[in-house]
């Protein structure tokens, strides 16, 4: 039973008392990088599959100088012969170019910068002949529906997976609830549905974008372009977790099949293996560079930003397809003390927009700030509708989203170590200086 979300322990959060409780396996110590605005707090990627309440985050590195992982990266990117990469690109695009008018390589991808720069530079500039595909956002902004369209239009085919509406809504609701993590199914999806389907259409290579480890994930990563298979394929699905939740009790306690879980299960690694299909990274051959990617976007397929900031940050163009991404980014300002504008700026910093003094700045207006514009939709969309969903809304003391229960929900998921209450409201003990 999903119980409506109690008072917290005040006690735990007093401002000038030392915290003794930190959740999610954070370092107890809080510290910002001096390069960037990261804070030693920002989580790297998981296994999603095994992501429980009680399971440790991995962190990015911090070095003896006080710089994370991702600045450091950024340095080593300025001494890398890309001619040679572009070179072994080509190399690579020559081996399994098709000369039979078969799909050679699938780009994963919403038609934002990123996936239409990958598909763009892939088909016209590498002479490739790719499939795009496409899990669909939990609720599209209009903006985000016009850019996936042009991407289309630009010269692309896809395969657009929208997974059944009411799985996905129970999925996201519990997912917030047990991890606060709403965008988790979304995440799933994303990483799990491009490799099913190479392997059904037998195409032999699928092409992401940057490497992850550009932002934090562990350095080594970035030494090959290869995606390490550990993260999307698993060889024993039978401890599953989804949403934070056993797949088998979402079976029996929830009511969900065996086929309406299908599309959140991560493929089998030996099958791809026997398919012999390679998973790689475009950003190891190609200087990866996120303004770039949306100049290039909006100059050869007509991509346009949001018309408005997104919530929490000041930008318009990166992440703004999906109306939950700004309840996401509020989600990780409350679990990790880190929001939008943080991983806004210090992606900047890195690449040369901004100085530190200017991305702190921003970070202090803009982090944290609570997403007013979508909260109806998103409020209806976590809600469980008991016609519709019969089994699983009995498992709801209140299967209703509102700005109250959302509110309680969230203050379960501070950190002792991050939060303090004082006079009346919530406050960060450490804010990037």
Same mark, same amino acid.
């Given at each position: 039973?999903? =119980?409506?979300?109690?008072?917290?322990?005040?006690?735990?959060?007093?401002?000038?008392?030392?915290?003794?409780?930190?959740?999610?396996?954070?370092?107890?110590? /809080?510290?910002? %990088?001096?390069? +960037? =605005?990261?804070?030693? $707090?920002?989580?790297?990627?998981?296994?999603?599959?095994?992501?429980?309440?009680?399971?440790?985050?991995?962190?990015?590195?911090?070095?003896?100088?006080? /710089? +994370?992982?991702? %600045?450091?990266?950024?340095?080593?990117?300025?001494?890398?012969?890309?001619?040679?990469?572009?070179?072994?690109?080509?190399?690579? %695009?020559?081996?399994?170019?098709?000369?039979?008018?078969?799909?050679? +390589?699938?780009?994963?991808?919403?038609?934002?910068?990123?996936?239409?720069?990958?598909?763009?530079?892939?088909?016209?500039?590498?002479?490739?002949?790719?499939?795009? /595909?496409?899990?669909?956002?939990?609720?599209?902004?209009?903006?985000?529906?016009?850019?996936?369209?042009?991407?289309?239009?630009?010269?692309?085919?896809?395969?657009?997976?929208?997974?059944?509406?009411?799985?996905?809504?129970?999925?996201?609701?519990?997912?917030?609830?047990?991890?606060?993590?709403?965008?988790?199914?979304?995440?799933?999806?994303?990483?799990?549905?491009?490799?099913?389907? !190479?392997?059904?259409?037998?195409?032999?290579? /699928?092409?992401?974008?940057?490497?992850?480890?550009?932002?934090?994930?562990?350095?080594?990563?970035?030494?090959?372009? =290869?995606?390490?298979?550990?993260?999307?394929?698993?060889?024993?699905?039978?401890?599953?977790?989804?949403?934070?939740?056993?797949?088998?009790?979402?079976?029996?306690?929830?009511?969900?099949?065996?086929?309406?879980?299908?599309?959140?299960?991560?493929?089998?690694?030996?099958?791809? !293996?026997?398919?012999?299909?390679?998973?790689?990274?475009?950003?190891?051959?190609?200087?990866?560079?996120?303004?770039? %990617?949306?100049?290039?976007?909006?100059?050869?397929?007509?991509?346009?930003?949001?018309?408005?900031?997104? !919530?929490?940050?000041?930008?318009?163009?990166?992440?703004?397809?999906?109306?939950?991404?700004?309840?996401?980014?509020?989600?990780?300002?409350?679990?990790?003390?880190?929001?939008?504008?943080?991983?806004?700026?210090?992606?900047?910093?890195?690449?040369?927009?901004?100085?530190?003094?200017?991305?702190?700045?921003?970070?202090?207006?803009?982090?944290?700030?609570?997403?007013?514009?979508?909260?109806?939709?998103?409020?209806?969309?976590?809600?469980?509708?008991?016609?519709?969903?019969?089994?699983? !809304?009995?498992?709801?003391? $209140?299967?209703?989203?509102?700005?109250?229960?959302?509110?309680?929900? =969230?203050?379960?998921?501070?950190?002792?170590?991050?939060?303090?209450?004082?006079?009346?409201?919530?406050?960060?003990?450490? $804010?990037?200086?």
């Amino acid at each position: 039973m999903i =119980t409506y979300p109690g008072e917290v322990n005040l006690a735990k959060y007093k401002l000038d008392s030392k915290p003794e409780e930190v959740f999610y396996g954070l370092p107890s110590d /809080v510290m910002f %990088c001096s390069k +960037c =605005t990261y804070s030693n $707090q920002k989580p790297n990627s998981e296994k999603e599959y095994k992501h429980t309440i009680n399971a440790k985050k991995p962190t990015i590195n911090f070095d003896e100088e006080g /710089v +994370c992982s991702a %600045c450091r990266i950024a340095e080593k990117k300025k001494g890398i012969d890309w001619e040679q990469r572009k070179r072994e690109l080509k190399e690579l %695009c020559d081996k399994y170019r098709s000369k039979t008018g078969h799909y050679d +390589c699938l780009i994963p991808g919403s038609g934002g910068k990123d996936s239409f720069y990958t598909a763009y530079m892939l088909k016209y500039e590498y002479g490739m002949n790719p499939l795009t /595909v496409t899990w669909a956002p939990h609720i599209y902004t209009s903006w985000g529906w016009n850019n996936f369209q042009a991407w289309i239009h630009a010269g692309f085919d896809n395969y657009l997976f929208t997974p059944n509406g009411q799985v996905h809504r129970l999925l996201t609701r519990l997912a917030l609830e047990k991890l606060y993590h709403p965008f988790q199914p979304f995440i799933l999806g994303q990483m799990y549905y491009p490799p099913k389907i !190479a392997m059904d259409l037998n195409i032999p290579l /699928v092409f992401y974008g940057e490497n992850p480890s550009e932002y934090g994930n562990n350095a080594k990563e970035n030494e090959k372009a =290869t995606k390490d298979i550990s993260y999307f394929t698993a060889n024993d699905i039978s401890n599953i977790y989804l949403s934070g939740i056993s797949a088998l009790e979402l079976k029996e306690e929830f009511g969900l099949t065996e086929v309406e879980l299908q599309p959140y299960i991560p493929p089998n690694p030996n099958r791809l !293996a026997e398919k012999k299909i390679e998973v790689q990274y475009l950003g190891y051959y190609l200087p990866w560079h996120p303004q770039e %990617c949306y100049y290039f976007a909006v100059n050869h397929g007509g991509f346009t930003p949001s018309p408005e900031r997104t !919530a929490g940050t000041y930008s318009k163009y990166s992440g703004i397809d999906d109306k939950i991404d700004d309840l996401h980014y509020y989600t990780t300002f409350i679990k990790f003390g880190i929001g939008r504008a943080t991983y806004d700026s210090s992606q900047e910093i890195r690449n040369g927009e901004l100085v530190r003094e200017e991305g702190v700045a921003l970070v202090r207006r803009f982090d944290g700030e609570y997403p007013e514009r979508f909260e109806k939709e998103n409020f209806e969309y976590l809600s469980i509708d008991s016609k519709k969903l019969p089994i699983a !809304a009995k498992q709801f003391e $209140q299967p209703k989203m509102d700005r109250e229960y959302f509110e309680r929900l =969230t203050n379960h998921f501070r950190s002792p170590h991050l939060w303090a209450f004082d006079k009346g409201q919530w406050v960060l003990r450490h $804010q990037v200086y």
